[in-house]
């Protein structure tokens, strides 16, 4: 089928974001949540291995809604980039949500990205869902956090490279 | 749901040299398409996260006075790719100041800041898809990407939709502006028709008489069969 109307396109969101942006990091900092949670933390590079300090990310937990349900925004979280492209998320694990759905599915913007990416975070201790199982597995490794000893998950988005991110087209 | 695939030329190009930072920010490989059902996430945000100074931009929360420049409203419309109304979604917007700086710790640019103009607000969609606010018209303003780079004069827009897949950010920009053929943000889409869509069109109908200007700004985003769906 072809469209009937056109869609609007993409354009970078620049470097000066973050003022507008800044009443949902402000609504997602501290969620109060019913659920166990993770911390999944890492740092966002560029193609030539330099972190990006100037990114927005978003976090989407769709399972997390009715453990979040008394905050502001259920389920999401964004957050910017620090000075050196470093970013943490506390997510929601409730405990009837399935073992292999991801951890979220994550959107990123930045300057210099004409277009936002989708990509998903996957816990490299839970059972490989059906999303993952799309991905080739020689490259299942960038969407996979690792579990560290204090019990957080360490997970680095790379925008180019040999360990280049893989990023998601929906149709 | 499902999506069309975008036609070619429709989204910008990833990596478009002239605009230096995509050359290494712009993922190369190509995008993996997912046969997966998407999160719906419906009523992201409810009208109290919205505040009575985020639709009116030139008269702030806490600031005494009015915001300088032209005066402008800005509406239109939020439909999907069958014209159907994307209802109560929320669109942020941020842009600089009519001298061309924004109120950002890091740009440095050698213009006024205004004290009665933040530059950014927020507003829900209503039951047609439509949205409205009042600011001022943003300036051009250089930046380092060029020997005499200025950027068209331009309002940010994010957009979130009621289905994950739909969310969108972009710019509008105002009708015959000189820049456009020297911006290689604008011209990073290949299709010329998909670059016109940024472009508001001047309303008549929207303006007042003996106060602001009137801009109209449609957003179509993806989407069809809008069938709520969870993972």
Same mark, same amino acid.
């Given at each position: 089928?072809?469209?009937?109307v ?10 000066? /974001?973050?003022?507008? %942006?800044?009443w949902? $990091? ?11 949670? $993770? ?14 300090? @100037?990114?927005?990310?978003?976090? %989407? ?12 925004i259920?389920g999401?979280?964004?957050?910017? /980039?620090?000075?050196?492209?470093e970013?943490?998320?506390?997510? /929601? ?23 936002h990416?989708?990509?998903a975070?996957?816990? @490299?201790?839970a059972?490989?869902s ?24 360490? %997970? @680095?988005i790379r925008?180019q490279?040999?360990?280049?991110t ?6 | 749901? !499902?999506?069309?695939?975008?036609? &070619? ?29 998407l999160?719906?996430?419906? +009523?992201?945000?409810? =009208?109290?996260?919205?505040? =009575? ?6 008269r ?10 032209e ?8 439909t999907?790719?069958?014209? !159907?109304?994307?209802?109560n979604?929320?669109v ?20 006024p800041?205004?004290?009665n103009?933040?530059?950014w607000? !927020?507003?829900?969609t ?13 300036? =051009? ?6 020997? !005499?780079?200025?950027r =068209? ?8 939709g009621?289905? *994950? ?6 710019? #509008?920009y ?7 053929? *020297?911006?290689?943000?604008? +011209? &990073? ?8 869509r940024?472009?508001?069109?001047? &309303?008549?109908e929207?303006? #007042?008489h003996?106060?602001?200007?009137? *801009? ?5 985003l993806?989407?069809?069969d809008?069938?709520?769906m969870?993972?």
């Amino acid at each position: 089928m072809t469209n009937q109307v056109n869609i609007t396109t993409s354009q970078t969101i620049g470097p000066f /974001s973050h003022e507008a %942006w800044q009443w949902a $990091v402000d609504a997602t900092a501290s969620v109060e949540t019913t659920a166990p949670t $993770v911390t999944v933390r890492g740092i966002i590079y560029d193609g030539d291995g330099a972190p990006i300090n @100037d990114a927005q990310l978003e976090a %989407w937990n769709p399972h997390a809604a009715a453990a979040e349900a008394q905050q502001a925004i259920p389920g999401f979280r964004r957050i910017p /980039s620090g000075e050196a492209g470093e970013f943490q998320f506390r997510l /929601s694990r409730p405990a009837d949500a399935p073992a292999d759905a991801p951890a979220a599915f994550v959107t990123i913007f930045a300057r210099g990205l004409v277009k936002h990416q989708f990509t998903a975070v996957f816990l @490299d201790d839970a059972p490989v869902s059906p999303l993952l199982a799309q991905v080739p597995e020689a490259r299942r490794d960038t969407l996979l956090a690792r579990r560290q000893p204090d019990g957080s998950y360490r %997970w @680095d988005i790379r925008m180019q490279g040999d360990a280049e991110t893989v990023f998601f087209d929906y149709t | 749901m !499902k999506f069309d695939p975008v036609p &070619s030329g429709v989204y910008p190009e990833l990596v478009h040299p002239e605009y230096k930072s995509t050359i290494k920010r712009g993922p190369l490989q190509p995008l993996l398409r997912l046969d997966a059902a998407l999160p719906v996430r419906d +009523n992201i945000a409810t =009208p109290a996260l919205v505040l =009575p100074g985020e639709i009116d931009l030139t008269r702030p929360e806490g600031c005494a006075g009015e915001a300088i420049g032209e005066r402008i409203v800005v509406t239109g419309r939020v439909t999907d790719e069958d014209g !159907k109304p994307v209802r109560n979604s929320l669109v942020e917007v941020w842009q600089c100041n009519a001298a061309g700086r924004y109120r950002h710790k890091k740009d440095q640019h050698n213009a006024p800041l205004d004290p009665n103009f933040n530059g950014w607000g !927020k507003m829900l969609t209503d039951d047609e898809g439509r949205y409205r606010f009042v600011t001022v018209r943003p300036g =051009p303003y250089p930046w380092g990407n060029h020997h !005499k780079a200025f950027r =068209p004069a331009h309002i940010h827009f994010s957009l979130f939709g009621n289905v *994950y897949a739909q969310r969108l950010v972009t710019q #509008m920009y105002f009708p015959n502006d000189p820049l456009f053929d *020297y911006d290689p943000i604008f +011209n &990073s889409v290949p299709d010329a028709a998909a670059r016109q869509r940024l472009v508001s069109r001047f &309303s008549i109908e929207e303006t #007042m008489h003996e106060h602001l200007l009137g *801009y109209e700004f449609d957003i179509v985003l993806r989407g069809r069969d809008a069938t709520p769906m969870g993972l």
